[in-house]
T-cell receptor, first 114, second 115 residues
Framework: NAGVTQTPKFQVLKTGQSMTLQCAQD?????MSWYRQDPGMGLRLIHY???????DQGEVPNGYNVSRSTTEDFPLRLLSAAPSQTSVYFC?????????????FGEGSRLTVL | AQSVTQLGSHVSVSEGALVLLRCNYS??????LFWYVQYPNQGLQLLLK??????LVKGINGFEAEFKKSETSFHLTKPSAHMSDAAEYFC?????????????FGTGTRLTIIP
């Protein structure tokens, strides 16, 4: 029972490099989202999607892109990494949305930008 | 826009003592309220949630929370702390814009249990 799978778990980048954090869920959830977690700031929503082909911005979208071509996958792209993007990133999914069901979280991806 | 304030970034209690983690929210309309728990090196998992109806909500692992509209609070309690309760706890609020739902999390409270 995989749930929400995030890869990689750890990544070190240099400033200006690009990369993609992968997120896949096998629960047929319509709603998927990306959060970043920083000390003393809790979790902040980056982008979310209510279904395949539909994405929207959260609280801190700058510097990140997303797409949702399938129900299962919701990758997060960093186009030109900056030290301010050093964080732990969590992908979360829900059957219809956080109001109507709980969010299921992945184990996180720890990113360091030098 | 809604917001959440968690009073106390660190709380320590003795094993067997009462656990009280505070959460106050700000919202223009009655919100949905949640508590999530994060164990070390893991993602978050839902403890309990309030949507409508009974204001005292029971969750997993013996935790409960009471929605008090007059105080705009949703404090989390557990009568007797256990060592396994050591974790970080997040209060979250969501608006009622179905189909455009966003959870806003508090900054978290790290709970330490003293043997």
């Amino acid at each position: 029972n995989a749930g929400v799978t995030q890869t990689p778990k750890f990544q070190v980048l240099k400033t200006g490099q690009s990369m993609t954090l992968q997120c896949a869920q096998d629960m047929n959830h319509e709603y998927m989202s990306w959060y970043r977690q920083d000390p003393g700031m809790g979790l902040r929503l980056i982008h979310y999607s209510v279904g395949a082909g539909i994405t929207d911005q959260g609280e801190v979208p700058n510097g990140y892109n997303v797409s949702r071509s399938t129900t299962e996958d919701f990758p997060l792209r960093l186009l030109s990494a900056a030290p301010s993007q050093t964080s732990v990133y969590f992908c979360a999914s829900s059957p219809r949305g956080p109001n109507t069901g709980e969010l299921f979280f992945g184990e996180g991806s720890r990113l360091t930008v030098l | 826009a809604q917001s959440v304030t968690q009073l106390g970034s660190h709380v320590s209690v003795s094993e067997g003592a009462l656990v009280l983690l505070r959460c106050n929210y700000s919202s223009s309309v009655p919100p949905y309220l949640f508590w999530y728990v994060q164990y070390p090196n893991q993602g978050l998992q839902l403890l309990l949630k309030y949507t409508t109806g009974a204001t005292l909500v029971k969750g997993i692992n013996g935790f409960e929370a009471e929605f008090k509209k007059s105080e705009t609070s949703f404090h989390l309690t557990k009568p007797s702390a256990h060592m396994s309760d050591a974790a970080e706890y997040f209060c979250a609020v969501s608006d009622l814009d179905f189909g455009n739902e966003k959870l806003t999390f508090g900054t978290g409270t790290r709970l330490t249990i003293i043997p």
